[in-house]
């Protein structure tokens, strides 16, 4: 069976210090993966996508970058955090065909201090 | 416009009672629908997934979908306390590569 792991589950940084967070999926291959914000209260707010090595979409302009270096691997990036970077971060992964739903990993705290 | 509208509540109702949530979309592309469910400092777990039009049922959990209103909705029969969570909707295009835009959540409390 296919699983989503996402690490770490929760991380404080301070201002300006670089970030890297992982996710990787199991038992599946050149599945789309999704990395998503969500503030306190609120909705998930698509920020990147990547529908194969290499091939990443942003959908917002920000503080952060992402890359796709193996099928599986999805990372997300930023070179200097900002207090607004603070949110809760998740990871989702879909099977390459247009009739499926997508499954989350457990999300990432992130509280830039 | 957001693509995707859902009233963001929260929404407390007694226990056993039946719930009902509902989201709105403007991209008349959207072909596949989900309702997540998301406890608190948790990823969201899928709960339903349709892509026609009528009612799915799944145990206490019916999704509705209405496209020529571009309209969904998840019912919650005999509600428990431990359906109190966040509830996203979420939906997609027919394209290996869509988008999955997801609607800001419903807070549910259900009170024994």
């Known amino acids: 069976s296919q699983t989503i792991h996402q690490w770490p589950a929760t991380l404080v940084q301070p201002v300006g210090s670089p970030l890297s967070l992982e996710c990787t999926v199991e038992?599946?291959?050149?599945?789309?993966l999704y990395w998503y914000r969500q503030a306190a209260g609120r909705g998930l707010q698509l920020l990147f996508y990547?529908?194969?090595?290499?091939?990443i979409s942003s959908e917002v302009p920000q503080n952060l970058s992402a890359s796709r270096p193996q099928d599986r691997q999805f990372i997300l990036s930023s070179k200097k955090l900002l207090l607004s970077d603070s949110g809760f971060y998740l990871c989702?992964?879909?099977?390459?065909?247009?009739?499926?739903?997508?499954?989350f990993g457990q999300g990432t705290r992130l509280t830039v201090v | 416009q957001k693509e995707v509208e859902q009233d963001p509540g929260p929404l407390s109702v007694p226990e056993g009672a039946i719930v009902s949530l509902n989201c709105t979309y403007s991209?008349?592309?959207?072909?596949?629908f989900m309702w997540y469910r998301q406890y608190s400092r948790k990823g969201p777990e899928l709960l339903m997934y349709?892509?026609?039009?009528g009612n799915k049922e799944d145990g206490r959990f019916t999704a509705q979908v209405d496209k020529s209103s571009k309209y969904i909705s998840l019912f919650i029969r005999d509600s428990q306390p431990s359906d109190s969570a966040t509830y996203l909707c979420?939906?997609?295009?027919?394209?290996?590569?869509?988008?999955?835009?997801f609607g800001s959540g419903t807070r549910l409390s259900i009170r024994p």
């Open positions: 989702a992964w879909l099977p390459g065909q247009p009739n499926t739903e997508a499954f």
């Open positions: 038992g599946t291959s050149n599945p789309n």
């Open positions: 990547s529908v194969g090595i290499g091939q």
């Open positions: 991209n008349s592309a959207f072909q596949y």
């Open positions: 349709t892509y026609s039009s």
């Open positions: 979420a939906m997609r295009r027919y394209s290996s590569a869509s988008k999955i835009i």
